[in-house]
């Protein structure tokens, strides 16, 4: 049998280092990666029977869905996202995941819409909850606190300037206006110390100037950051639920207002030590021990509630491979 990994598309300015770490937590079940299939043109592979553990977010592209008959899937931490949703699920797209179901599903909401549409489904959580293959003994353990793309949601000169669409929905909305308030609000939440003393990570890296191997030792390198890191603070998910497979301290700040960004947490965000952030404000608050800023001194203790959800997940992998 012939084995395939998801790879991804970028957009016009950059593309999510994120993605490359759910593919390897796909990877880690295969027994060899024989290709790699983008995530958006399913539909258009046209090679010999394969393969494919089907986890993630889908799909910027709704209207090449649904997969091709000579890939076999394994729906397992499968994202369906509300703008997606609609394409997605129209008469045949619900009729092919009818044909795999169980559908193993990263997040509460895609397990209510497929259920809705008849679909057989259940909350798996997120493939990179297994990635503790990465995991090293506490003794090499640093102490280094890493800032990963904190209260990335907010609006950013980047952000608004993407296209001539979006930066006229800014105007409309007031958010080119909003730069400086990312900024503020970390500045109320962090002490200005850790601020300055921490490693700030972006995983987001400009688009059209690294390969497909270069993203995946991309992904790699960052998970072997994450496992020697004293603690992580960021809004990534998929630098969050890593950490928790990787036994390293993590608190994962939430400022997110759109449904679009929600409704990929239902289910996931009890798994961390959470701040809440109020978007227009800054008031915080969070549902753990925290008193004041968080600081140099600030200790948390992972909940570890995702080993039930990491080791069914191993095991539905493993018997798809085998």
């Not at 977010?57 to 729906?75: G, M, Q, R, Y």
């Not at 987001?204 to 390198?221: G, L, R, W, Y």
Request: glycine share 6%; charged share 20%.
């Amino acid at each position: 049998m012939r084995y395939g990994l998801l790879t991804y598309a970028e957009n016009r300015k950059f593309f999510n280092v994120g993605d490359y770490i759910q593919s390897l937590a796909a990877q880690q079940f295969l027994p060899q990666v024989d290709e790699y299939l983008n995530r958006e043109a399913l539909a258009d592979y046209a090679g010999d029977p394969i393969k494919l553990i089907m986890n993630g977010w889908f799909t910027h592209n709704a209207t090449n869905w649904v997969p091709a008959p000579t890939i076999e899937p394994l729906f397992v931490s499968f994202h369906v996202n509300n703008t997606a949703a609609p394409g997605m699920l129209d008469s045949a797209g619900v009729a092919y995941l009818k044909a795999h179901q169980p559908i193993g599903c990263r997040d509460q909401f895609t397990v209510d819409t497929l259920r809705a549409k008849g679909i057989a489904a259940y909350f798996s959580g997120c493939l990179t909850l297994t990635l503790d293959s990465y995991r090293v003994e506490d003794s090499e353990r640093g102490d280094t606190v890493y800032i990963v793309d904190p209260l990335y949601g907010y609006p950013t000169r980047e952000k608004v300037t993407y296209n001539y669409r979006r930066f006229l929905r800014s105007i409309q909305n007031g958010d080119i206006f909003k730069f400086r308030r990312r900024a503020r609000h970390l500045g109320n939440l962090i002490d200005k110390d850790l601020l300055a003393s921490a490693i700030h990570v972006n995983q987001e890296p400009p688009a059209n100037t690294f390969s497909d191997a270069e993203k995946f030792a991309m992904a790699e390198d960052l998970l072997r950051m994450y496992a020697r890191a004293r603690l992580v603070i960021t809004s990534r998910i998929h630098c969050a639920l890593p950490c928790l497979a990787l036994g390293t301290p993590v608190i994962f700040i939430n400022g997110f207002t759109t449904f679009v960004d929600s409704c990929r947490f239902d289910g996931i965000l009890d798994l961390f030590n959470r701040v809440d952030v109020d978007s227009r404000t800054g008031d915080f608050s969070a549902n753990f021990p925290l008193q004041g800023k968080i600081d140099a001194d600030t200790v948390v203790v992972n909940k570890d509630l995702h080993h039930g959800l990491a080791d069914a997940m191993k095991a539905t992998c493993r018997g798809f491979v085998s």
